[in-house]
């Protein structure tokens, strides 16, 4: 058996020319993976569109019916940040589908890697940040209704807080929310995480490892997860246009390892989504979130799951 990866064959929408959001680094990203024979085809699975009713677990119903009807108001659709179109809608939706795919895949496999997710920034009522619909909240809740996993850790090591997933599960102890971001960086009003770690601006490799060095352990012995969802955003790279820090590619390589080689050796299962990565660089930034499934890749064969 190989890493489960999981492909999102819808996930291109159409963006006004010169936008900035780098949509179609998804399908980029799972490319790379088969050129650099990282993957084979036979890995990957294709998520289904999910019930609206799941989405609804998380989000108040009225948002999520005006976000797929396109009714939402301007204001609204400015805070998201992107432009709707029903294209988006649908590659929203089977965003979410797949990181709900890929938490099966972990649970029954050990560790598995979305192609996607980590939309951190959406909120039960509105969207934020180029986060509509939040797919590791959404995940968890499903997991927990289907009875596949009770105690839930969200590990999120994107650059920025994970505002939206703090807010979510802020009285919840079956979820417990850690993030490690940079303290001056969006959102200027942070949440209030189970863990927050703020980190200073431009935090190179060493010193990162080593704070997460101090936490990552403890965490697990504390919170005793069925389940961890892991955050993997590359915008803590030293070349991101929104980051703030400082790390190489093998800072990120090492950051991977550690948290995938820490999860495995205490038989946690792991559900990885990439997380945020913006770069004008567009073949560096894809290579940057392949770091994730390259290092899964190299976990899953030493752990022989």
Not at 97 to 120: D, P
Request: aromatic residues 10%; proline residues 6%.
């Amino acid at each position: 058996m190989n890493l489960p990866l999981v492909y999102h064959p819808d996930y291109i929408a159409p963006l006004p020319l010169g936008h900035r959001f780098p949509m179609q680094k998804f399908k980029a990203l799972h490319d790379l993976l088969l050129v650099d024979e990282v993957a084979h085809p036979s890995q990957f699975y294709e998520p289904d569109l999910l019930p609206r009713s799941w989405i609804e677990l998380v989000h108040a119903a009225d948002y999520v019916q005006q976000y797929c009807e396109g009714t939402l108001d301007a204001q609204a659709m400015r805070r998201i940040g992107l432009p709707w179109s029903p294209a988006l809608v649908n590659r929203t939706c089977v965003a979410v589908g797949g990181t709900i795919l890929t938490a099966q895949l972990a649970l029954q496999f050990g560790l598995a890697c979305n192609t996607a997710g980590g939309t951190h920034h959406a909120f039960p009522t509105y969207g934020s940040g180029f986060c509509i619909f939040n797919d590791m909240a959404i995940a968890a809740r499903v997991m927990q209704k289907l009875d596949l996993a009770h105690k839930i850790l969200i590990v999120d090591l994107d650059v920025h807080q994970g505002d939206g997933t703090a807010y979510i599960f802020q009285d919840d102890p079956s979820v417990f929310t850690f993030s490690m971001h940079c303290e001056v960086n969006f959102p200027s009003r942070k949440q209030t995480s189970d863990l927050d770690i703020p980190l200073p601006e431009g935090m190179e490799d060493e010193h990162y490892l080593q704070t997460l060095a101090l936490y990552l352990d403890d965490l697990l012995t504390q919170v005793k997860p069925d389940l961890v969802f892991y955050d993997a955003g590359v915008d803590t790279h030293e070349g991101d246009r929104l980051g703030k820090l400082a790390l190489t590619d093998h800072g990120l390589w090492r950051r991977e390892m550690q948290v995938l080689n820490t999860c495995a050796a205490r038989g946690v299962p792991v559900a990885c989504v990439i997380g945020g990565g913006y770069a004008d660089d567009a073949q560096a930034l894809v290579y940057r979130h392949s770091i994730l499934h390259r290092a899964a890749t190299e976990v899953f064969r030493q752990y022989r799951m």
